[in-house]
């Protein structure tokens, strides 16, 4: 069984920064594309950024240049570096791999909560 485990959420104030790791763990194959969501109250989830296991990245615009993902293969491992934290980035953070066992398809973390407040 493939699981996802987050942490590195919390509380901070506007202009600082969190990382957040998100490791896999379980039987599978390989681990194409991680990725980072997130979901405000009352938003529909949305797509931080990505990686895939060439190393191409994307970000959403409105983090680009403030956070930076990175992924460790050798321990199924993605982080995501956030600074210049602001208010409106206050969201559950959800891990997301596409991981190939006997077939391919999504997995997601359980959440981890980022709030920036003053």
């Known amino acids: 069984q493939v699981q996802l485990v987050e942490s590195g959420g919390g509380l901070v104030q506007p202009g600082g920064s969190l990382r957040l790791s998100c490791a896999a763990s379980?039987?599978?194959?390989?681990?194409?594309?991680m990725a980072w969501y997130r979901q405000a109250p009352g938003k529909q989830r949305e797509l931080v950024a990505s990686?895939?296991?060439?190393?191409?990245?994307n970000y959403q615009d409105s983090v680009k240049g403030r956070f930076t993902i990175s992924r460790d293969g050798a321990k199924n491992t993605v982080y995501l570096q956030m600074n210049s934290l602001k208010p409106e980035d206050t969201a559950v953070y959800y891990c997301?791999?596409?991981?190939?066992?006997?077939?391919?398809?999504?997995?997601w973390g359980q959440g981890t909560q980022v709030t920036v407040s003053s």
């Open positions: 997301n791999a596409v991981i190939y066992t006997t077939y391919t398809r999504q997995y």
């Open positions: 379980g039987s599978f194959f390989t681990i194409n594309a």
């Open positions: 990686v895939t296991s060439g190393g191409s990245i």
